[in-house]
């Protein structure tokens, strides 16, 4: 079995925007997780009934634990659409704090204004 | 009202509203069956490429019709321009020998 | 309906005859214009400027002070003169005056909601004004309508630092309220209610999110109409619920660990 991660590559680049190595990488692990999504789960909820033999059990811990990291759920990090920052990223908009800021400050936000309370 | 009518009714509305009846409360993993699929979600975080200049030219190619891309032109010249100075990327190494010698030579 | 609000309708009418009518009136006179001296068809525009403003302040004033001395057999009829009969003789529309009104509305009989329409916006003028066209809508649709409820707003704020993380002693606030208001429709027709739905889409209005929940009733007998429909819908249904769940005639005689080392997960263990 092998581990690369270029396995993960798409053959073309399909993002726009800002593209980082960061964001090329956490865009691939997200592909990955979301195709093998099904698979995790049925494997999960082998492990977790109790009703099931416990050979099987074990069998389907051993190659849930065998499935690349990429394609854990855990491996996917929220990034700064427009920076590729991983720090403070404001959910509601994918930005990171300071790109919200300028962002927010120069009107790109409807809706959005300084506050004061 | 007796345990095995009450059982009986559980199974019943089980049965009704497809849930899955367990009176010994094993544990089933059904919670997992349960969840709903992160995966699309997680999928669509970064914004997708839909059109590119290429596909633009792609399509007006077969009509005839020339396109320029000046930000490739540019990209080509400098690339041709470095090689000229011998400053170009180094022929990429197929084999470990040729790995190999390349290091020795240093 | 209109009988008892006319004085009014007309004087609303009258407010807005500036804006409203010169355009419409406009076209004929250009036609006309050579036919009087040149030096009126030397300044054509500023000519008609200035007797609609008077017009809007004094509406009586038959003769302008500018050309007195033109032959009164040729002369063209003044602006002024033309929209002072247009007050006295003429009126807009009776649908066009009423935008000038507070929105019409029909009565509900039953009181019955239908529709729920929820309309979002970040400003108070944009979802104000959409709201009194989806209650004119309504009205011309001869649905039932309560509303404008004014929701209470979601308010979302954000405090993040002005620069690097040493100053995070300075830090700045932004907000965005969400500002809703709940248009209901009561005791109207299912497809009089659809066809409202899809004008208001049609002509959505910008930076204005809408929502619609529909309630749909049936009469009392809807569990017969229900089983009349059973044989239809598992006729439909079945070629995808056979695709559903373990069979009990499993014709794939594995056990699971076959399942597993299956070609099927074997390619995905090679990812």
């Given at each position: 079995m092998s581990k690369v991660a270029?396995?993960?590559?798409?053959?073309r680049l399909n993002l726009s925007g800002f593209t980082n190595i960061r964001v090329i990488r956490d865009n691939n692990k997200r592909m990955a997780v979301e195709q093998n999504e099904p698979e995790r789960q049925a494997l999960r909820y082998m492990i977790r009934n109790?009703?099931?033999?416990g050979r099987v059990r074990a069998q389907a811990q051993l190659q849930l634990s065998q499935?690349?990291?990429?394609?854990?759920?855990?491996?996917v990090k929220n990034r700064c659409v427009?920076?590729?920052?991983?720090?403070?990223?404001i959910r509601d908009f994918r930005l990171n704090r300071y790109q919200f800021r300028m962002q927010a400050l120069a009107g790109h936000?409807?809706?959005?204004k300084k506050a004061s309370w | 009202m007796s345990q095995t009518r009450l059982l009986d009714l559980v199974k019943t509305q089980c049965r009704i509203f497809s849930l899955n009846f367990n009176p010994q409360r094993l544990?089933?993993?059904n919670k997992v069956l349960r969840q709903r699929l992160r995966g699309p979600a997680l999928a669509s975080w970064y914004p997708k490429q839909v059109v590119s200049f290429q596909d633009l030219q792609n399509t007006y190619k077969p009509l005839g019709l020339t396109t320029f891309d000046e930000a490739e032109d540019d990209r080509e010249e400098a690339i041709q321009i470095a090689k000229l100075r011998g400053k170009g990327r180094p022929k990429k190494k197929r084999t470990a020998a040729e790995s190999r010698s390349a290091k020795k030579k240093k | 309906m209109f009988a008892h609000q006319t004085r009014s309708l007309l004087g609303a009418g009258r407010n807005f005859r500036v804006s409203v009518p010169i355009r419409s009136l406009s076209t004929p006179t250009q036609p006309t214009?050579?036919?009087?001296t040149p030096e009126t068809v030397s300044q054509p525009t500023p000519t008609p400027v200035a007797p609609v403003a008077e017009a809007a302040s004094t509406?009586?004033?038959?003769?302008?002070?500018?050309?007195?001395?033109?032959?009164?057999?040729t002369r063209v009829k003044e602006w002024s003169e033309r929209l002072g009969a247009l007050g006295s003789e003429t009126r807009l529309p009776r649908s066009v005056q009423a935008i000038y009104m507070r929105p019409l509305r029909r009565k509900a009989?039953?009181?019955?909601?239908v529709c729920d329409l929820q309309l979002r916006s970040y400003s108070v003028e944009n979802v104000e004004f959409f709201a009194d066209f989806a209650i004119r809508a309504a009205y011309y649709l001869n649905l039932p309508v309560s509303g404008p409820v004014p929701l209470p707003r979601i308010v979302e704020r954000w405090t993040v630092p002005r620069?690097?993380?040493?100053?995070?002693?300075s830090q700045e606030n932004f907000e965005r309220i969400t500002l809703r208001r709940l248009v209901q429709i009561k005791d109207g027709n299912p497809k009089a209610v659809q066809a409202w739905l899809a004008f208001l889409r049609k002509h959505a209005f910008y930076g204005v999110g809408m929502k619609a929940n529909v309630w749909e009733h049936d009469s009392l007998d809807v569990g017969k109409s229900m089983d009349e429909s059973v044989a239809e819908i598992e006729k439909s249904l079945a070629p995808k619920l056979a695709q559903f769940g373990q069979r009990?005639?499993?014709?794939?005689?594995?056990s699971i660990f076959d399942t597993l080392d299956s070609d099927r997960f074997a390619e995905r263990k090679n990812l």
């Open positions: 270029s396995l993960f590559h798409p053959k109790t009703s099931l033999p499935m690349h990291a990429y394609t854990r759920p855990t491996q427009a920076s590729g920052h991983a720090r403070s990223v936000l409807p809706g959005v | 544990r089933l993993g | 214009a050579p036919a009087t509406p009586e004033t038959p003769k302008t002070p500018e050309v007195p001395e033109q032959p009164l057999e009989e039953y009181g019955l909601p620069s690097n993380f040493v100053h995070k002693k009990k005639d499993n014709s794939l005689g594995q």
